[in-house]
């Protein structure tokens, strides 16, 4: 499919969201959203009950899915209870980990048919639904287990189109169930840090941040190419990933980079996007690497001389209070990966890769003293994860994926305490919506286009986000 305005609306569903395009196709690009509705009930600090136990209901153990299975058996309190994926081995290999390396899981297997997770959000017995299907599946999937009275934990985005960010945020505000889009990157390391020095004032107003995702996934390591028993290939690049790439256009996975500096911005709670232009490159490796493996693998000769998105793509957004925000994507150039990377103030600048802080024109601080600097800011969040990682001597798995993080151990601890989530469904709207708008202002020459106030004009009043010192909760442990 030829992208096309008339298309291009439909897939990135700008058709019935309220996004106004003059006559002759360029952007104005005018969304009225804020204005035409009221919140329901705002999920910004939200507390649901708290749970004894967080009964968990799995849906999609791929790659991701099946580390998560571990990461979440690792936590105390949480007992797993059904696993659903289309390839029954995917859900017996899972299933029997579970039950060689943790006690008090009986997970049911659903792989019946493309449905069945419907199945699994339909039981009284789980509160918890955790997605990590393709894209296109998410939305459709959180609305369903919200209105079954359950709480959602799904992997990004939480929405491929605008109509289905919004469609999450009002079921959410309807059921009053949590909706937890998981960006790791967001609760440790030095985006902890940073968040901190920022709340302590140490950069002065924030002026600009930057946050990407750069992952080079077409590099020449053959094996990444290399197809398994069930036609996947390419770490990252399964087959409906490698489609996701073909007739679509702009930043297609932001919210790694954007998490941490929308939360270190209070985006929100405080402040709120205002509007965004995109632009990308022309594609100048994805077509060779499909006429070259098609050389030695018929399997890809339909990818052949289809439109792939082009390699780079530059988002940039600008707040309320007139910051600005860079997001770049590119996952098929040869270059070293970046993820959250940078944060100016008018006092302070940070920057990763190597990390780095600055006061100055003059230069970065000296390595000790950024030592310092990263030891007395670092939060309570992530010591207290530490110390908890440490009590337990987990993580010491080989596959990254399965080693639990401060994100998963800290959502999982509010359901248990009946805390307010660290990130809510607002955050999660507004990280995916960035996305379908790419993709317009991308066919549109990089107009303008205005990004939906998801909390409808609550950010003026909504308090901050991550409790960063851990004032509330942290009591649950970790299990080896
Ligand atoms: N947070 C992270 O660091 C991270 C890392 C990798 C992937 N992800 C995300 O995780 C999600 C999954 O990615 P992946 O790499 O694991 O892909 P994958 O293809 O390995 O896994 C997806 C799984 O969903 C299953 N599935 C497809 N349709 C289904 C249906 N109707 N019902 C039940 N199961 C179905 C597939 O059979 C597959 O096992 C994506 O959203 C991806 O962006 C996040």
């Known amino acids: 499919m030829k992208i096309n305005r008339k298309n291009f609306l439909k897939v990135a569903g700008l058709a019935t969201a309220g996004v106004m395009v003059d006559n002759n196709g360029a952007a104005r690009g005018i969304t009225t959203p804020s204005a035409q509705r009221t919140q329901q009930f705002n999920m910004h600090g939200f507390a649901a009950p708290k749970l004894d136990k967080v009964r968990v209901g799995i849906v999609g153990v791929g790659e991701r899915g099946s580390g998560t299975v571990v990461r979440l058996a690792s936590i105390q309190g949480v007992e797993i209870k059904a696993l659903c994926d289309v390839v029954p081995h995917r859900v017996e290999s899972s299933a029997s980990l579970l039950k060689k390396e943790f006690s008090g899981h009986s997970p049911q297997s659903y792989s019946d048919n493309p449905q069945s997770w419907k199945q699994v959000c339909e039981r009284a017995d789980i509160d918890l639904i955790y997605i990590a299907t393709p894209w296109n599946l998410h939305a459709r999937i959180a609305v369903y287990a919200m209105e079954q009275g359950k709480h959602v934990y799904t992997e990004l985005p939480v929405g491929s189109t605008v109509e289905e960010c919004w469609k ?42 930057e946050g990407h995702y750069i992952h080079d996934r077409v590099s020449n390591n053959e094996q990444r190419w290399v197809r398994d028993k069930d036609n996947n290939n390419w770490y990252g690049y399964r087959p409906w990933r490698l489609q996701e790439n073909v ?35 022309g594609d100048f490796t994805m077509k060779h690497k499909m006429a070259e493996i098609s050389q030695t693998d018929e399997y890809f000769k339909p990818y052949v001389g289809l439109d792939f998105r082009g390699n780079m793509n530059t988002t940039i957004i600008r707040t309320h209070r007139g910051r600005t925000i860079m997001l770049q994507h590119d996952i098929s150039s040869p270059r070293p990966g970046h993820r ?12 990763a890769r190597p990390d780095r802080l600055a006061t100055s024109h003059d230069g970065w601080l000296p390595q000790e ?3 310092r600097l990263v030891e007395e800011y670092t939060p309570g969040i992530t010591r207290k994860f530490a110390e908890k990682r440490d009590e337990a001597r987990v993580n010491n798995r080989s596959r990254g994926y399965e080693r639990v993080t401060a994100s998963d151990w800290r959502l999982i601890d509010c359901l248990r305490n009946g805390l307010p989530l660290e990130m809510d469904v607002y955050d999660a709207a507004l990280w ?33 986000g991550m409790d960063i010192d851990i004032k509330q909760g942290g009591t649950t442990k970790l299990v080896s």
């Open 369 to 371: 003293e950024f030592d």
């Open 168 to 209: 999450v945020v009002t079921t959410s505000e309807k059921t009053r169930k949590h909706c937890f889009m998981g960006c790791g990157s967001c609760h440790d390391g030095m985006a902890a840090v940073v968040l901190n020095m920022v709340r302590k004032g140490y950069f002065g107003d924030l002026v600009h941040g």
């Open 340 to 351: 959250f990377d940078l944060i100016s103030g008018n006092k302070a600048i940070y920057r």
């Open 247 to 281: 007739n679509r256009n702009g930043n297609l996975y932001p919210a790694h980079g954007l998490g941490p500096v929308a939360q270190i911005m209070d985006l929100n709670y405080g402040d709120k996007m205002d509007y965004m232009v995109s632009i990308s490159s």
């Open 432 to 464: 995916s919506v960035i996305t379908p708008l790419s993709e317009w202002s991308v066919a549109n020459q990089g107009a303008t286009i205005k990004i939906p106030d998801f909390t409808a004009g609550s950010w003026q009043t909504n308090k901050s």
